[in-house]
T-cell receptor, first 114, second 113 residues
Framework: RKEVEQDPGPFNVPEGATVAFNCTYS??????FFWYRQDCRKEPKLLMS?????NEDGRFTAQLNRASQYISLLIRDSKLSDSATYLC???????????????WGLGTSLAVNP | ETGVTQSPTHLIKTRGQQVTLRCSSQ?????VSWYQQALGQGPQFIFQ???????GRGNFPPRFSGLQFPNYSSELNVNALELDDSALYLC????????????FGPGTRLLVL
């Protein structure tokens, strides 16, 4: 089983639609969770951190369920500019001292159509 | 923009050659992480440097090595290049005071022929 698994995608939705991405992780000791966005041929950019209480930033809502080892990202009223790949990221203890490393999912591609 | 820069932006090498990629971290950041991202894949962690010392390593062979300098900029060196090393190499900087939030440079796209 992969350490971080995401919906395979791609998702094709019309403008204004609501779309949800899911991500599961295998390491119950994982402590921090993030969603990054990556545009084609560009570097990943932090979209939002994911907190246990859930958090919202405008049209974006992230949820964490530690019991099920599951995080989600909801995009409401999707825009053409939301078209990108969305990457789920989980921290895990590294193999040196107290460092942590980020484990990345493969990403889910979203295309918002006019 | 994140303030993280990488050079060169693109590079073409042949099998067996060696390559050095460079990264300048964001001002105030003391940690640099390197990732390899193959087409259609998520980034794979190569290693991390914190205050000039290696601070964790992913599943990459020893021919992938690195350095961090006193100004916290960093280099990634790859010896004996293989075709499968063709990928986007991403550098991310972070500050221990900000948790694990990492800020990425634009990447170096390496093609090995």
């Amino acid at each position: 089983r992969k350490e971080v698994e995401q919906d395979p995608g791609p998702f094709n939705v019309p403008e204004g639609a609501t779309v949800a991405f899911n991500c599961t992780y295998s390491n119950s000791a994982s402590q921090s969770f993030f969603w990054y966005r990556q545009d084609c041929r560009k570097e990943p950019k932090l979209l939002m951190s994911v907190y246990s209480s859930g958090n919202e930033d405008g049209r974006f809502t992230a949820q964490l369920n530690r019991a099920s080892q599951y995080i989600s990202l909801l995009i409401r009223d999707s825009k053409l500019s939301d078209s990108a790949t969305y990457l789920c990221v989980v921290t895990a203890r590294g193999n040196a001292g107290n460092n942590r490393k980020l484990i990345w999912g493969l990403g889910t591609s979203l295309a918002v159509n006019p | 923009e994140t303030g993280v820069t990488q050079s060169p932006t693109h590079l073409i090498k042949t099998r067996g050659q060696q390559v050095t990629l460079r990264c300048s971290s964001q001002s105030g950041h003391n940690t640099v992480s390197w990732y390899q991202q193959a087409l259609g894949q998520g980034p794979q962690f190569i290693f991390q440097y914190y205050r000039e010392e290696e601070n964790g390593r992913g599943n990459f062979p020893p021919r992938f090595s690195g350095l961090q300098f006193p100004n916290y900029s960093s280099e990634l060196n790859v010896n004996a290049l293989e075709l499968d090393d063709s990928a986007l190499y991403l550098c991310a900087s972070s500050s221990t005071g900000q948790g694990e939030t990492q800020y990425f440079g634009p990447g170096t796209r390496l093609l090995v022929l």
